[in-house]
């Protein structure tokens, strides 16, 4: 083994073995044997070199003499154009035994930081000129892999600017992409650096000015296109494995147009941080002017749509470079021109032929989703409008139809919209183009226009109208079995069958409307028999549906008849995580009697609850262990959060929320079975909680949730302070509140451990009332 001091200068010329590179490949080195890092790549058998995997299953731009090419002909590429093959080197036995005993050694427990950067630095420097062979060799790549990640800056950016010239090779190989990746992610640590800022962005701007002039190859490679991604992600400033920008989740994107989620790109939840824009804006337009001419080509390619995504998202926000970028992927021989004609008549066909394309459909979505609004306007009108059902019925078009919707900008537009697709609701249904109805729904609802229309439209659909309309929700939750049935009239709940995924979705953008919207959806889902609703409750989609229509204005007459059809069964449903939020759900809809009822079920189980990792936040957040204990004062408890949200709405609700709220929470036997001295307390405790109520909540939203841990907070101290002046009226006028004190003496009586007051606090303090909270209070 060579020694490497912090000051020696490690060579490959120390003690050569009779180690060659089949022996490193054939996994005889016992110090590779122990190497885990990047799993994902793995070793070619029977072959020397890595890249005769690549040859046999077609995943590499390498050929089998070594050269790169690409990875398949293009249909709209020309073939008979020059191309340009580089001829790889293979690694020589003296240098593979070299990094074969740097690895050991940087892989040891005995190196040191510093000592460890000197290895790495000097390592890289015996690599130079010999970096294309060294990066795209399966083993020594790790070895790179982990020099990158331990040298300084300078040594970092003398081997990127060393390999430079042939960094789109590295770029499209399986092991090479790894390094160049790597290479980039220690970039962006230094980027960081104000000292190391300038070096960076020389190092950056040498390999972009080497990858613009041929692009089209690096886009189109399966690993060349990660690389770019991430190169284009570096210059922005933005993680590089940010998912917002690399390939976006189709449940996230779902969630967007929805309007379950706020947009990605409106820069919520993405940290920025120091990036290379004047880079970024030179990269973007020299790879689009050099690939101009290969438009058709990244059109309806895989890895080429992937980068020109990223691009476009990376560019949000830029109308400049928009303007310059979108009418080039759309095909359009116009330049730039923002008086709203660049798209030619005779270029329409062409684009809606292509959204039939998976490439461009998806290309497509994102172009809809960052386009200015007068592009998007024009893109609307020339190319969408009289094509929306065609479009829609295709298996790929759907998807940009439903992005064009989404990201609908006013309400003309969604009225255009519904006048071409809302009577054909039912087509769409049967062709399996739900995802489009539900984009419609919900920009009708954000856009507050034509959502009675839709929801109509809908129950219409699914509902003849010659049939009952309590069907309506049972065949929406499992729409693909309604769907395919035969005979449609003679369609039954199925037993054991797990609800559709889009149809529960559009329940729950259905159940956000106003009520007067959908009787027809609260009348269906009010009637189910009581063991659908038991089993809609355990299914992850319906029970989101069922919390949907709790959370809606519908009244609290309609909201009960669902919850009481759940009784004898909360304490099953809180076992399941899915089922704990029904359950809170329920417990906020009914009255005082049936949350008593819920109470009671969940104390049945509350040992076996607790242990789950669910348990204890659903037993907390309803008051579990004080109903165990005091249930008297759990009842006043929510009486005294009744007062509060009723003084909220009647302050801050609509008409629409104050019409749906006339019905109280609180069982009204309670109060007749209690004395008038805690009756006159309670509403003393009341007038007190509704004026802190008005003072503190004027800056609060109106959701439901945080105005029921808002009130929860405003209960808890209110009671503290009533309790408190009680006692001081107590101590002070004896004679002339004999009746407080009688009721202050009752509530000692029910709890002797302690006074009132101290267990108030005490409570208070477990309940996780902070104490900046309680001093802003009583301010």
């Given amino acids: 083994m060579v020694s490497f001091g912090s000051k020696a200068l490690p060579s490959r010329r120390h003690k050569t073995h009779n180690l060659t590179e089949d022996n490193l490949m054939a996994g005889e080195d016992n110090s590779y044997g122990r190497r885990k890092k990047d799993t994902r790549r793995k070793a070619a058998k029977g072959h020397r070199e890595f890249e005769g995997d690549h040859r046999q299953k077609g995943l590499s731009g390498w050929g089998p003499d070594g050269t790169v090419k690409p990875e398949k002909p293009f249909k709209h590429k020309n073939t008979s154009e020059p191309k340009t093959y580089h001829l790889r080197k293979q690694v020589d036995p003296e240098m593979a035994k070299y990094f074969s005993e740097i690895a050991n050694v940087i892989e040891g427990k005995e190196v040191d930081l510093e000592e460890r950067s000197v290895i790495c630095g000097n390592a890289l420097e015996e690599a130079r000129g010999k970096e294309l062979e060294l990066a795209t060799d399966y083993i020594i790549s790790h070895t790179l892999q982990a020099l990158l990640e331990g040298c300084d800056v300078d040594h970092l950016c003398r081997f990127l600017q060393s390999c430079a010239k042939d960094f789109p090779y590295i770029a499209m190989d399986r092991s090479g992409s790894h390094v160049a990746e790597t290479a980039l992610k220690s970039l962006s640590l230094h980027l ?39 190169l284009l992600c570096l210059c922005k400033g933005v993680p590089l494995d940010s998912p917002e920008f690399h390939a976006t989740k189709s449940s996230t994107v779902l969630a967007e147009r929805l309007n379950f989620r706020p947009p990605q790109l409106d820069g919520n939840g993405v940290l920025h941080q120091q990036g290379l824009p004047e ?36 560019l949000a ?5 928009l303007w310059h970028i979108i009418p080039l992927l ?19 066909r062409n684009i809606v032929d292509l959204m039939k394309e998976t490439a461009f459909s998806h290309l497509m979505e994102v172009i809809l989703e960052v386009a200015p609004e007068t592009l998007y306007d024009e893109i609307f009108t020339k190319v969408f409008r009289n ?73 219409a659909a699914v509902c003849p109208a010659n049939e009952p309309p309590k069907c309506i929700v049972p065949r929406i939750l499992f729409l693909e079995s309604y769907l395919c049935c035969e005979d449609k009239s003679k369609w039954t709940w199925p037993r054991g069958v797990k609800m559709h995924v889009l149809g529960s979705l559009i329940l729950q953008t259905v159940f956000k409307c106003l009520s007067g919207f959908i009787q027809p959806y609260i009348s269906s889902i009010t009637s189910m028999e009581t063991d659908h609703v ?19 204005n519908a009244s609290k007459k309609h909201k009960q008849r669902l919850v009481v059809k759940l009784r004898g069964h909360f304490g099953e449903l809180a076992m399941h995580p899915s089922g704990s939020f029904t359950v809170e759900k329920c417990f906020t809809a009914c009255n005082v009697s049936l949350r008593e009822t819920i109470m009671h079920e969940l104390l049945a189980v509350r040992t076996e609850l607790s242990k789950t990792k669910h348990g204890p936040h659903l037993l907390r957040r309803l008051d579990v262990d004080r109903f165990a204990a005091w249930p008297d004062q759990w009842r006043l408890k929510q009486s005294s959060k009744e007062s509060a949200y009723k003084d909220f709405y009647a302050t801050f609700g609509s008409k629409e929320t104050q019409s749906s709220k006339t019905d109280s929470f609180v069982d009204p036997s309670y109060h007749s079975s209690h004395p008038n001295s805690v009756k006159a307390m309670r509403k003393e405790i009341d007038q007190c909680l509704a004026s802190v109520t008005k003072l503190n909540v004027s800056g609060h939203k109106r959701h439901p949730e945080g105005a029921e841990q808002g009130s929860e907070k405003f209960s808890k101290q209110a009671l503290d302070e009533d309790v408190l002046k009680i006692k001081n009226k107590e101590s002070k006028k004896k004679k002339n509140y004999g009746s407080i ?14 006074s009132v007051d101290k267990m108030e606090k005490k409570r208070s303090r477990k309940d996780g009332l902070s104490k900046p909270f309680t001093k802003k209070l009583k301010v």
Wanted: aromatic share 6%; glycine share 6%.
């Fill in 192 to 230: 960081q650096d104000k000292e190391s800022y300038t070096l960076v962005e020389e190092t950056l701007a040498t390999i972009c000015k080497v990858i613009v002039v041929n692009p089209v190859d690096v886009m189109c490679n399966c690993y060349g296109s990660h690389v770019i991604r991430s």
């Fill in 317 to 321: 926000g830029h109308d400049e470079e």
């Fill in 741 to 754: 004190e009688h009721a202050t003496a009752a509530a000692r009586d029910k709890e002797p451990s302690q």
């Fill in 330 to 348: 759309l095909g359009c021989k116009k330049k730039n021109s923002k008086e709203g004609n660049f798209i030619e008549i005779d270029e329409v």
């Fill in 534 to 552: 038991l089993e809609a409750a355990k299914d992850a989609g319906g029970a989101r549906v069922i919390e949907a229509f709790l959370s809606s």
């Fill in 279 to 314: 880079l970024l804006k030179f990269f973007v337009l020299e790879m689009f002017k050099c690939a101009q001419k290969d438009i058709a080509i990244l059109q309806v390619e895989q890895y080429s749509s992937l980068v020109l995504q990223t691009v476009l998202k990376l």
């Fill in 387 to 459: 094509s929306l059902f065609e479009v829609s019925s295709h298996h790929c078009g759907n998807f940009a139809v439903q992005a064009l919707v989404s990201h609908a900008r006013c309400q003309g537009q969604v009225e255009s919209i519904w006048e071409e697709l809302g009577p054909k609701f039912k087509d769409l249904l049967e062709m399996g183009r739900s995802g489009v109805i539900a984009s419609l729904l919900a920009a009708s609802q954000r856009l507050d226009t034509h959502a009675q229309k839709c929801c109509q439209a809908l129950a």
